[in-house]
């Protein structure tokens, strides 16, 4: 195994270099007073790494855990550590230019009241979002005001469809998961979370979306905001659907977005996703050597300390670079020689030039789940083996593996057998056949919550050990409920994708036998469309005002109005003709996301 060089402290310079000030206490709040963020709690890691905590991801913690306001180059600044994410200012001629504002609105605006403790009241003059991921776009809201501040507003082409979609259509399910990969029931500390590996953790503000008003669709598209040159190039199908990322050529300073940050980032995200593409993404970050290495001094991303100097860039952004290509070339070459996904990731390795460097670790993304969902992308879930097309659910396949080994005494009894020899691994399988097999099997969950915790302290994976600790915390004490909560991301939907929203929601053989109708007008868009209830699915299209047949209920009304239907199912106040009842049939064949469901018990 290739030693880490824990000597090496570049990193820790490069965080620490240009800092202007800090957040005092480092905690943010809402209107109410509650507490959306609070780096302080992260002042553990200050201290000595305790036997919890991989070496490596404390090390990556601490670097994460560095808050503040920072001068990377003249006229541009960035506030880290008050967020996920970094938010990015960039100075003009009048004011000042946010790039990639946070998740929240309530850490937004007190990021960028940090700066302006700093530098002045200066007005934002514009906005940039890098990328359709929430921690870069939610708290715009933050730092202007759609209602009074006329500023340009620039994401790449695609931005808005993508940003909302990936957050709303598979968002109970994608938020409950999330709950597991981030932590966010564990608390802070050295039992807890220590990171994310990407950013400290997630805010739990108010996040919002103010649409962009200029789209960036190319690669070589200039602009000027505020009388500062951006050069853009776009890198669609990478960390995100729709990224950028830009040169400031009279900086001399190349924003990566979060196609190149200090760690190996996620081909698939443990929350869930579209899968990502590796190879183009190597292909973008090789085009974006070309395009800039030249013309840069510094490097910065949305994520994590920048990079000073040209052959650091390069060397930096070429390691990244491989990192992908590596990844991707030898998943194809193995499964072409007829590996799974499982087989590939537990023969891969990288090399020694990557494996040993500090920014291609795994503290985010993973080369176990990467390599997996890269197999994911060409091959699908079916591994070719017969067998495992109709294998039993987990909970069916679970009691039969239980009786085969010869009952619940005897599988525990091998598990501790397995977990006391070290191979915590296979102690974890044969426990959730247990758990699954007899749920109320106290022993059981409590041993496989022991291996779980053994397993999350030993992870140098952040993400991996939140997992593995929430579920050992879930085992002992029960699933902590979620509220979903409304979504301003609800408001910037469509009309087609507000009723896709209803399709996903339809219970399909108790709708099987209840076919409907209904004709939509909404005067403020000027539209026209047709929803029907036919066998169970709910489809729906545009028209012309004439849909094709009498309708059963017509209903004249506006989006937001079709948001407060959506949301509490009252018509009366609505402008319609025909049999109301009818929605009243829609509504009962609706079922209700559940974001607290079961995850590491049946």
Not at 20 to 34: C, E, F, N
């Amino acid at each position: 195994m290739t030693e880490l060089r824990y000597e090496d402290k570049t990193d820790f310079e490069n965080a620490d270099r240009g800092f202007v000030g800090k957040l005092t206490p480092g905690v943010v709040r809402d209107a109410q007073g509650h507490v959306v963020w609070d780096i302080d709690a992260f002042s553990f890691l200050e201290g000595e790494r305790p036997d919890s905590v991989h070496p490596s991801l404390w090390r990556q913690s601490q670097l994460c855990a560095k808050q503040g306001l920072y001068e990377i180059a003249e006229g541009i600044y960035q506030v880290r550590a008050l967020d996920l994410s970094n938010m990015t200012l960039i100075e003009g001629d009048r004011g000042v230019i946010v790039v990639d504002p946070l998740i929240s609105t309530e850490t937004a605006a007190a990021a960028l009241a940090l700066y302006r403790e700093h530098r002045g009241e200066r007005p934002v003059t514009g906005l940039i979002y890098t990328h359709s991921h929430l921690d870069h776009f939610g708290g715009a809201p933050g730092v202007i005001d759609p209602e009074k501040d006329d500023v340009p507003i620039l994401a790449p082409e695609g931005f808005l469809e993508h940003s909302v979609v990936e957050n709303v259509y598979a968002g109970p399910a994608m938020l409950r998961r999330g709950m597991y990969y981030s932590g966010a029931n564990l608390g802070t500390g050295p039992d807890g979370v220590v990171s994310m590996g990407l950013g400290p953790t997630v805010s739990v503000g108010t996040p919002g979306l103010i649409p962009p008003t200029v789209d960036i669709s190319r690669t070589g598209q200039e602009e000027v905001v505020d009388g500062v040159r951006f050069l853009f190039q776009m890198t669609p199908g990478t960390e995100a659907p729709s990224e950028l990322n830009f040169l400031l050529p009279d900086r001399r300073a190349l924003c990566m977005a979060e196609n190149a940050t200090h760690n190996m980032h996620n081909i698939l995200t443990l929350r869930g996703a579209v899968v990502r593409d590796a190879r183009i993404w190597s292909r973008y970050l090789n085009e974006a050597i070309q395009l800039f290495a030249d013309r840069a001094d510094m490097l910065f991303a949305s994520h994590h300390w920048p990079t000073w100097g040209r052959e650091k860039i390069v060397g930096f952004l070429s390691e990244q670079r491989d990192l992908y290509a590596y990844m991707h070339d030898q998943t194809l070459r193995l499964l072409n020689q007829g590996l799974t996904g499982p087989e590939i990731a537990e023969e891969m390795r990288l090399p020694e030039g990557l494996e040993g460097a500090w920014n291609t670790r795994g503290y985010y993304g993973s080369l176990s789940h990467n390599v997996k969902a890269i197999y994911q992308r060409y091959l699908g879930w079916y591994d070719g083996n017969p067998s495992s097309l109709w294998e039993h659910p987990p909970a069916e396949s679970a009691k039969r593996y239980v009786d085969t080994i010869g009952g619940i005494d005897a599988v525990l009894a091998k598990a501790r057998a397995y977990a006391d020899a070290g191979d915590l691994r296979f102690a974890a399988q044969l426990l959730r056949h247990a758990v699954f097999a007899e749920p109320s099997n106290s022993a059981a969950k409590e041993l496989l919550a022991s291996v779980y915790q053994r397993l999350g302290e030993g992870a140098e994976n952040a993400t991996w050990r939140n997992c593995y600790l929430t579920g050992a915390s879930e085992l002992r004490d029960g699933v902590v409920k979620t509220e979903l909560g409304s979504s301003s991301l609800a408001a910037m939907l469509t009309v087609t994708q507000l009723f896709d929203t209803v399709a996903i929601r339809v219970n399909g053989p108790k709708a099987a036998r209840t076919p409907l109708v209904i004709d939509w007008t909404f005067t403020d868009l000027g539209e026209n469309y047709r929803t029907q209830l036919s066998n169970g699915a709910f489809v729906h299209w545009p028209t012309q005002g004439d849909g094709g047949g009498e309708a059963d209920l017509s209903f004249e009304l506006t989006k937001p109005q079709l948001l407060g239907l959506l949301a509490n199912g009252n018509a009366d106040d609505l402008d319609h003709s025909g049999d109301l009842g009818v929605l009243g049939k829609l509504l009962s064949v609706l079922d209700d996301p559940d974001p607290s469901f079961a995850i590491v018990t049946p």
